[in-house]
């Protein structure tokens, strides 16, 4: 095995690391009586959130696409940005235990991959994107990750969900800058050439950070209904089109043979098991 192959598969390690090092920041701001239940799937979930970092982020990439924090149905059941049920189990095929946060509503269970509810933004999404990757997402991930901005979500005693950017000050300048010196240090160790901040407040937020000023930021509409009309999916074409990422979507001659021996294995391994 090659040093640069060594240093690929331990790359999802350090950004995890990172992560947790986030964690223990975020623990240590003093929470405001407004905010009565945290949770932190990249804690409780972290089972299958580090299967997706391990089958997705073997090396840097082109193209970082950061959302907000996680949804309630989405990342906050599995773990994984954006990640609607039916994305993460059959069209990624990942597999993890989802354990419960320390303090939940009875409002606001996490069922984990037994979930039955959709999350509409990711899947909106993750539909988008194995769409413009030739049906592979892949293809996709080959040039691409995805990742939030937060990854906390706020409610308050009553069950209701708190958007970061609905953060009273100070507390929502806190975690901003503990999430900014994070995103500062990932980005340095992915190095992607370009930034695409999905939804307003992630985009607001990068635009002071460093790396992103000296590379190429970009903004692209958040999927969430709440956010936009059933026209995201012109919008979001008209954007790869116009920004010119969609090359970004295309499998690379470099990784082309290592795709279809993949896929070539995972074939004879369902035939022997059938």
């Excluded at 060594?6 to 986030?22: A, G, H, I």
């Excluded at 994107?129 to 691409?144: A, K, P, T, V």
């Excluded at 999927?223 to 116009?242: G, L, Q």
Aim: net charge positive.
């Amino acid at each position: 095995m090659s040093a640069n192959t060594d240093v690929d598969s331990e790359l999802w390690r350090q950004f995890y690391k990172l992560e947790t090092q986030l964690n223990e920041k975020l623990r240590n701001i003093t929470t405001p009586l407004e905010i009565s239940y945290i949770y932190n799937p990249v804690e409780y979930a972290a089972d299958l959130h580090q299967a997706y970092l391990k089958k997705y982020l073997k090396g840097g990439k082109k193209v970082l696409f950061i959302g907000l924090n996680p949804g309630p149905n989405g990342m906050g059941q599995t773990g994984i940005p954006f990640g609607n049920i039916t994305t993460v189990r059959d069209k990624m095929g990942l597999n993890g235990t989802v354990n419960q946060p320390p303090n939940i509503h009875p409002k606001r269970p996490v069922n984990g991959l037994a979930t039955t509810i959709e999350e509409p933004s990711g899947k909106r999404l993750w539909t988008k994107f194995q769409e413009l990757s030739d049906g592979s997402l892949d293809i996709f991930f080959e040039q691409c990750f995805v990742y939030n901005f937060c990854p906390l979500l706020f409610y308050n005693s009553k069950g209701d969900y708190i958007s970061p950017q609905k953060l009273k000050a100070p507390y929502n300048r806190q975690i901003s800058n503990a999430c900014l010196h994070t995103i500062e240090q990932i980005l340095e160790l992915i190095q992607p050439e370009v930034i695409v901040a999905i939804g307003r407040y992630a985009y607001d937020n990068l635009k002071a950070v460093k790396y992103c000023i000296e590379k190429r930021l970009l903004y692209l509409r958040h999927p969430s209904p709440r956010a936009c009309t059933k026209n995201w999916s012109k919008i979001a074409d008209e954007f790869f089109k116009n920004e010119n990422l969609l090359k970004y979507f295309r499998i690379t001659e470099q990784n082309k043979h290592k795709l279809m021996k993949s896929a070539t294995l995972e074939h004879i391994e369902g035939k022997l098991c059938c």
